[in-house]
């Protein structure tokens, strides 16, 4: 069990939230576009001042949830209110991806990780949810299954930069987490395939 399958409960968290949105007028594209807007910003922010505050790290945590919280008010404004379009779509599925690498990278910087190890979490990332979002094009749902997705990949990173933040680093003993994570995000790819593959008659 992933965090995504906890995902209909905290949609029924938000939803007195989302009403009120809507009724002011906010739109389900804005809401993208500041999630993703803020992500980038504060993944520029990290890289930028981590030599020199490293409990900047401290603030991942916080704002993964809030953007978990942003990601399904967009899709409930959308899917329940009448504010599915094309573009929606295509600004809810890029800005994810941009949102991830742009949070992820800074860890790069972090002992003990690495340019290589964060680097290639990064790229499985976006090959997992590539894959995942290919459902549709060959008459498959969108797939969100697998034993990393982008919930557990939040809870993760946030919980980190929190502890990094808190402790002004992390242990060496971490150094081979990356990898591990790169295997998981593999493991999620080819079980989005396969989940893909299965949904369509022979």
Known sequence: ?????LKPRFQNLLRPLVGRLVVAGVTANQVTVAAATGSVLLGAIMAWRL????????????????RMGLNAVDGMMAREHGQCSRLGALLNETGDVVSDAALYAPFALIFPFGAAGIGAVVVLSMLSEFVGVLGPTIGAARRYDGPFGKSDRALLFGTLGVWAGLAGGLPGWLGP???????????TTI?????ALAEIPT
């Open 191 to 195: 079980q989005r395939a396969r989940g």
């Open 1 to 5: 069990m992933t965090l995504y399958a």
């Open 177 to 187: 987490l990356p990898w591990l994570l790169s295997l998981l995000l593999l493991l």
């Open 51 to 66: 030599e020199a505050s490293p409990g900047i790290l401290i603030l991942l945590g916080p704002w993964l949830l809030l």
